[in-house]
């Protein structure tokens, strides 16, 4: 999506865009993408399990996109063969774009660890995190069932020393980092001094305000994949428990499938296409944030702000840039389930409220986090940086 | 392929079901489909147009520690006669699963929107489990050595390095 609205923004900016990327043909997961349907041109490069490899990818982007001869070259998302990429087309200006913590945790990319957020960040912890990524993938490893995280790994050899070296130098030859919050911003001290924080966006205009629902129970919705651990829905849990011991005057909203077992207050939506979101927030009357872990960006919480609807997220990486607090919605602490129950409930009692900090929420999607906005408020600096 | 083919898709946490059934579809435009999913699973609207049927499982989950409900669920599976069943995993205990459900075909459905069999019996799943488990262990003992020998560099360059 970010890679999408990018492409699309700089060349409504008046800038000559293509995009190569990588599809890995016989990858268990979804993977690629119909170069013909996207509004910009774009170049897909197949690779199979053999080729799909350092030795093979790098010269084969180095190839495609000298043929192109670009003035600034953006690297978007990857794992580990990504590093090797950024290598293979130093002779650009280069400009690397990280979505989560990718440089910083070789694990699986989220520096979460034992429930909670871990200190450690493989630029200067290298030994230490090879280790735990080695842990974590163990399973995988172990019955050579390897997905995409671990396969990279695997091919990538970043399990060796060589590999962080080499991470370190392909950093320090882009002109520039970007990244989603001012948090990860602080985890490449010193080791870049060029680094951008641009947020991820939405599209404001998909996003109808309506009033909020009269009829029935008040309704908190929680999106997301939620039934990942490390979006914290078992705080969420333990603060409706709580606010149940005096009130049932709403119901919980949650998009997932797959739960055996709700507690009582939640209900399960079924998983939902991305198209059917805007008419689910129109539903809510409060929308939940509770990530445990360091969340990047924080999509669910700027999607509720364009639908109008009041958010109380954990203050957590980039979703503590998003929600102003006492003003769109509340933030919590990590894994506070009674300051989230207070919080919630100070939002469930004063309609008035939801109705004021909805509207100011609405006004900051439009002006901070719509796709245009970001592209146009951001990049051209990003730009002139690279002196293009 | 014949136009009434019976295929069951055995939906596992982690993934779609509507995404799979289109997926199943598509592969098997002429096929029935039958949507296999925990007792308690939410299925949408999407996955309810796409299923000739949703079939649900008497437990959340079946283990070889629990055989009487394991035994009943097979024997259900098998009575439901599918030509095929589609699992959205290639783990030995679906593979195991599968197989003892008695259809003509195991299917793997991957996320990339690609179909592969899967070994037809009991004894064939096993053996490629196996197989797999002894590379993967010995993997992981050379990564194991090798993490612990081979430490990354200190300095300027390399790991360690402190903020300036």
């Known amino acids: 999506m970010d890679v999408y609205h990018t492409c699309a923004g700089l060349q409504a900016l008046g800038h000559t865009v293509h995009l190569f990327a990588a599809r890995h043909i016989e990858s268990r997961e979804r993977t690629g993408f119909e170069p013909d349907t996207l509004p910009f041109d774009a170049t897909r490069l197949d690779f199979t399990n053999s080729t799909m490899t350092p030795r093979h990818v790098p010269p084969r982007f180095r190839e495609t996109v000298d043929a192109w001869n670009p003035d600034a070259v953006f690297f978007a998302f990857g794992y580990f063969l990504k590093t090797y990429v950024m290598g293979a087309l130093a002779h650009y200006p280069t400009v690397a774009r990280y979505y989560a913590y990718e440089p910083f945790c070789p694990r699986d990319l989220r520096r979460f660890k034992n429930g909670e957020s871990c200190p450690c960040n493989y630029l200067r912890t290298p030994d230490v995190c090879r280790r735990c990524a080695l842990d974590a993938l163990a399973p995988e490893i172990k019955t050579w069932r390897l997905l995409t995280w671990g396969r990279d790994y695997w091919v990538s050899r970043a399990f060796m020393p060589a590999y962080h070296a080499r991470l370190l130098r392909a950093l320090r030859t882009c002109q520039a980092v970007i990244v989603y919050n001012e948090m990860t911003k602080h985890l490449l001290d010193g080791f870049h001094d060029r680094v951008f924080i641009v947020p991820g966006g939405i599209d404001a205009d998909r996003y109808e305000v309506s009033a909020q629902p009269q009829n029935g129970p008040l309704v908190v919705l929680v999106t997301g994949r939620v039934e990942d651990p490390v979006k914290g829905l078992d705080c969420l849990e333990r603060a409706v428990a709580r606010l149940r011991r005096t009130r049932h005057d709403f119901e919980v909203w949650v998009t997932r499938s797959d739960w055996v077992g709700a507690p009582p207050g939640f209900k399960a939506t079924g998983w939902l296409a991305p198209d059917a979101l805007p008419r689910l927030y129109q539903q809510a009357n409060v929308c939940v944030v509770p990530s445990a872990w360091d969340e990047p960006f924080g999509i669910a919480a700027a999607e509720a702000m364009a639908a109008g609807r009041p958010v109380c997220a954990s203050r957590v990486g980039g979703l503590q840039d998003i929600v102003v607090d006492n003003e769109t919605g509340f933030l919590f602490d990590r894994n506070d389930d009674t300051m989230l129950a207070e919080r919630l409930g100070r939002l469930l009692d004063a309609a008035a409220l939801r109705g004021k900090m909805g509207a100011a929420g609405r006004r900051r999607a439009e002006t901070v986090y719509d796709w245009k906005r970001v592209i146009e408020q951001n990049y051209p600096p990003i730009l002139e940086a690279l002196h293009v | 392929m014949t136009a009434s083919r019976r295929i069951a898709v055995y939906w596992s946490p982690g993934r779609s079901l509507a995404g799979a059934l289109e997926v199943m579809a598509r592969l098997e435009p002429d096929a029935r489909l039958y949507a296999i999913v925990p007792r308690e699973y939410v299925v949408s609207d999407r996955a309810r147009e796409l299923a000739e049927a949703v079939i649900h499982s008497g437990a959340d989950r079946y283990s070889i520690r629990t055989p009487w409900p394991l035994l ?49 019996s009991p004894v064939g799943a096993a053996a490629l489990s196996a197989g797999r488990r002894l590379r993967g262990s010995g993997t992981y003992a050379i990564l194991w050595a090798l993490i612990r020998l081979c430490t990354a560099a200190t300095g300027p360059d390399g790991g360690g390095r402190q903020p300036h």
């Open chain 2, 72 to 120: 009943k669920w097979i024997v259900h599976l098998r009575r439901e006669r599918f030509d095929a069943v589609a699992v959205l995993f290639d783990s030995p205990r679906l593979m195991l699963l599968a197989a003892a459900a008695h259809a003509r075909t195991v299917l793997y459905l991957r996320p990339n929107g690609t179909s592969g069999r899967l070994p037809m």
